[in-house]
């Protein structure tokens, strides 16, 4: 079964298992959990490295010396070009072995109503439809807070600037036209080099928000299941909160109330614990990619 370890250090890193898996987050991380279950039916090592950018320099820095170390990360706001060239033969040993999710993040694939609804601590009278309806409320009051943060990441890409940070309310953007205010009216902006403040001119940016609020609708007014990007690229921790907290009782085995990060990773690993015909495709190829590569290293 899938090992996991807690609290791993960059310089004291020992080869225990044939396969080391790297993930995002601290000691008893969400992802840590939930991949380690996805994984225990191999004989790989579950590891944390805190955030993105550790695990970004760990795969630098270790491909080399230990092709049996993988690193999956937070996809964020990279772009498709970005994360499509991560799966590209994954793993090889010539490339860095770092995985970006092709969603915003690992709660991301979640946010499936009729996976969720075949979860074994619904709350009664609890349905793939009413699961679906407090998914897409959630999101079209988060949607331009995601949209805002999305142009400012790719601005940011492609500039190599750092100092302007994403807004942290949703209620601060409750619509289109308070989103463009706030993406517009960033004081950051005016400190920019000239040569970037020509291309963050007001027709420029807000052709960037008017395009990356299109993707996330697919031509709809408001967040429709099946329609846009939405689920992929909003952040999904936000919302998986939200819906686990609103459709899901989640009790221990004496009973008990389990609440917060518990309740959310025992949701996600009973999901995991089923069928894995009702598992979103990246989840099954991830699981079926790490036992390819357990197997040719034992060749």
Same mark, same amino acid.
């Given at each position: 079964?899938?090992? !996991?370890?807690? &609290? ?5 890193? *020992?080869?225990?298992?044939?396969? !080391?898996? /790297?993930?995002? &987050? ?17 004989? !790989?090592?579950?590891?944390?490295? &805190? ?18 170390? $993988? ?24 490339? @860095? ?9 690992? *709660?991301? /694939?979640? $946010? ?22 407090? $998914? ?6 988060? $949607? ?15 500039? %190599?600037?750092? @100092? ?7 209620? *601060? ?15 950051? @902006? ?38 846009? %990007? @939405? ?10 909160? #939200? ?13 008990? !109330? ?14 995991? %614990?089923?069928?894995?015909? #009702? ?15 357990? *197997?040719?290293?034992?060749?």
């Amino acid at each position: 079964m899938a090992a !996991v370890t807690r &609290g791993v250090q960059a310089d004291a890193v *020992e080869q225990r298992a044939s396969v !080391v898996v /790297y993930v995002e &987050g601290n000691t008893d991380s969400f992802d840590q959990a939930v991949i380690g279950a996805l994984l225990s039916p191999l004989d !790989v090592e579950v590891r944390t490295l &805190g955030c993105c950018d550790n695990s970004r320099a760990a795969a630098a820095g270790w491909h080399a010396s230990h092709p049996n170390y $993988l690193f999956i990360a937070d996809r964020d706001y990279r772009s498709n070009t970005a994360v499509e060239d991560s799966w590209s033969g994954f793993p090889d040993p010539e490339k @860095w072995n770092l995985l970006f999710w092709r969603r915003h993040e690992l *709660e991301s /694939y979640f $946010l499936e109503p009729a996976w969720l609804a075949r979860g074994r601590y619904l709350k009664p009278r609890t349905n793939e439809k009413s699961i679906a309806k407090k $998914l897409t409320d959630e999101a079209k009051r988060r $949607l331009y807070l995601d949209v805002v943060n999305d142009v400012i990441a790719a601005v940011l890409a492609e500039s %190599q600037q750092t @100092w302007v940070w994403p807004l942290p309310n949703p209620a *601060e953007v409750p619509d289109e036209d308070s989103a463009w205010r706030a993406l517009s009216g960033l004081a950051s @902006w005016t400190s920019w080099p000239d040569k970037m403040r020509q291309a963050l001119s007001v027709t420029a940016l807000r052709d960037r928000f008017d395009q990356t609020l299109a993707d996330y609708l697919g031509g709809a007014t408001s967040p429709v299941l099946g329609s846009g %990007q @939405w689920q992929a690229r909003m952040s999904g921790k936000p919302l998986y909160h #939200h819906l686990v907290d609103t459709c899901f009782a989640v009790r221990d085995l004496q009973e008990r !109330v389990v609440q917060g990060k518990d309740a959310r990773g025992r949701v996600a690993i009973d999901l995991i %614990q089923q069928s894995d015909e #009702h598992w979103p495709a990246d989840i099954r190829r991830l699981r079926d990619l790490v036992k390819q590569h357990r *197997e040719q290293l034992t060749w």
